[in-house]
């Protein structure tokens, strides 16, 4: 299938908290049928550019109800920014200016936006959420939402180190995921030394190890590392790695597959 199998446009999501702001999100659905599941889809320090939108689109166009959240909603919330060098330092400068629970606010509110959209039996095994770059940092921390059931961080920097404004690792949070996790990085990315990539495997599998109600069978954690360095699902970016972009495509649509197709909330798993 190919994103033209979808309908996509911009929607605003009003605020429902004090704590929250208005949204400007990309919204895409499967064109004919009813969608499988909900979709989050946070983006790069770059916004919700072409490249996001496309994303959103393709996996509408794979059977998904899939809505591309702004990150800097709250700075930039119209921003869409090329991958040049002057762009990337705008972009980190709004990332520099984001806080933990603002995030998760904001992924929040649009989770449950979102789960409102779908049919019963699409709502009930939980929403996907993919994050690239900085979004794969906040993917990891919206997966302690209870509304998400499966996550998948690609190449997700720093969550070894703090969290977006300050305070522990943003990995001391995954014992408290109650869906599933999974990390994706590139063998070579600068952003993501060894060390860390050793600290995400350590507590994916402490995680998994300790098999409490927060991780419940056939829902485990695992970390993949494919060839490449940062950026390489994006064929805009000079990092783009074609192999790793399709085997990370596949692994991404695989987990959502497998935890949140039909015979997981059946089974009651």
């Known amino acids: 299938m190919s994103p033209s199998d979808c309908v996509a446009s911009w929607q605003s999501i009003d605020p429902r908290r004090p704590d929250q702001v208005p949204l400007r999100c990309w919204w895409a659905r499967p064109a004919d049928g009813p969608p499988r599941a909900g979709v989050l889809v946070l983006p790069e320090v770059f916004g919700l550019n072409g490249w996001i939108r496309g994303v959103t689109e393709r996996l509408a166009a794979a059977g998904y109800a899939a809505l591309a959240v702004p990150l800097f909603a709250r700075t930039a919330p119209d921003l869409e920014l090329d991958y040049g060098p002057d762009a990337l330092a705008l972009g980190r400068s709004h ?3 984001t806080r933990t629970d603002q995030l998760l606010a904001d992924v929040g509110l649009a989770a449950d936006w979102l789960q409102e959209q ?3 039996e699409a709502a009930a095994p939980g929403l996907g959420c993919v994050g690239f770059c900085f979004g794969g940092h906040v993917a990891l921390l919206a997966a302690s939402l209870p509304a998400v059931a499966a ?3 690609f190449y997700g920097a720093g969550v070894a ?3 977006p404004g300050g305070g522990p690792p943003s990995l001391e949070l995954v014992p408290t995921i ?3 996790l999974l990390c994706i990085c590139g063998k070579e990315d600068p952003l993501i030394p060894a060390a860390d990539v050793a600290a995400i495997e350590t507590a994916l599998a402490a995680a998994n190890a300790a098999g409490s109600a927060a991780t419940p069978a056939g829902r485990l954690h695992r970390l993949v590392v494919l060839e490449g360095g940062h950026g ?3 064929a805009a970016r000079s990092d783009y790695h074609p192999a790793s972009a399709a085997a990370g495509w596949s692994l991404l649509l695989d ?4 935890q949140l197709g039909p015979e997981t909330h ?3 798993g």
Not at 255 to 258: K, L, P
């Open 95 to 97: 990332k520099e200016r």
């Open 178 to 180: 109650g869906g599933t």
């Open 232 to 234: 390489f699902m994006c």
């Open 161 to 163: 180190s703090g969290r």
């Open 151 to 153: 996550t998948v961080d």
């Open 118 to 120: 779908l049919p019963p």
């Open 255 to 258: 987990t959502f597959e497998r």
């Open 266 to 268: 059946l089974a009651g």
